[in-house]
């Protein structure tokens, strides 16, 4: 597989300002690039919205917008995204609006797409490198590989092998209703999966400055940032 052959899928919402940063990054790594857009929750948002779709119209690359009629909110908004995509694709690279890819970030996306396809035993591709088998800040995976379900939090402590770290965590912690990501890396915990993470982190996260729905200061996504690998 090659770069071109990626089906790339930024999410955007409300933050112009990192989204600008992320489809830059796209627009000079890559051929093409697919955005979906959440409906805006007031007229704030629908202003920065505005801003997006300027930047978007003027990228020197093919894109395809896709911006939905009604709020799917953050959780929906990522799995509908990916199912949708994935009903059509036999892969998605997905980039939210605050996680900018570094040189060889796509690369090494086609790259693992393309040598794991049929190993069973990952399920993801990531471009951050965490000490957990899933980070969703930069991240692929395959059509018939992704079986995701919502895991309580009460299910997720029931996984024997689960890390000790996020054990504790959850111990102590409510999960925010607005993570996703935390049920699929529990699914790899227990079914005994993994994820494929480069040598070093290909993705810069600029959204832990709380103009997004989590912030790396507090809750799971606290405890994510705990995880990643220093360079």
């Not at 805006?40 to 930047?55: L, P, V």
């Not at 995204?81 to 605050?98: C, F, G, K």
């Not at 790899?188 to 959204?207: M, S």
Request: proline share 3%.
């Amino acid at each position: 597989m090659s770069v071109s052959d990626l089906n790339v899928v930024v999410l955007a919402y409300s933050r112009a300002n990192t989204f600008e940063k992320v489809i830059k990054a796209c627009e000079r790594y890559l051929e093409k690039v697919k955005v979906v857009m959440d409906f805006s929750a007031d007229d704030i948002i629908a202003e920065e919205q505005e801003k997006i779709m300027d930047m978007i119209i003027n990228l020197d690359i093919p894109h395809v917008v896709f911006r939905r009629d009604h709020n799917h909110g953050l959780v929906q908004s990522v799995l509908t995204t990916i199912t949708q995509e994935l009903y059509m694709s036999d892969h998605i690279v997905l980039l939210e609006d605050d996680c900018v890819p570094r040189e060889g970030f796509f690369e090494f996306m086609a790259s693992s797409l393309e040598h794991y396809r049929h190993d069973d035993s990952v399920t993801s591709v990531c471009g951050t490198r965490t000490s957990c088998p899933f980070n969703p800040w930069g991240w692929a995976t395959w059509r018939d590989k992704w079986e995701y379900r919502h895991l309580s939090q009460d299910e997720i402590m029931d996984i024997p092998s689960l890390d000790d770290s996020l054990r504790l965590f959850l111990q102590d912690n409510t999960v925010e209703g607005s993570i996703w990501s935390l049920s699929w890396l529990a699914s790899q915990y227990a079914n005994n999966r993994k994820c494929i993470f480069p040598k070093r982190t290909l993705v810069d996260n600029i959204g832990f400055d709380s103009s997004g729905v989590h912030s790396g200061g507090r809750g799971y996504t606290k405890w994510l940032l705990s995880q990643v690998e220093k360079e």
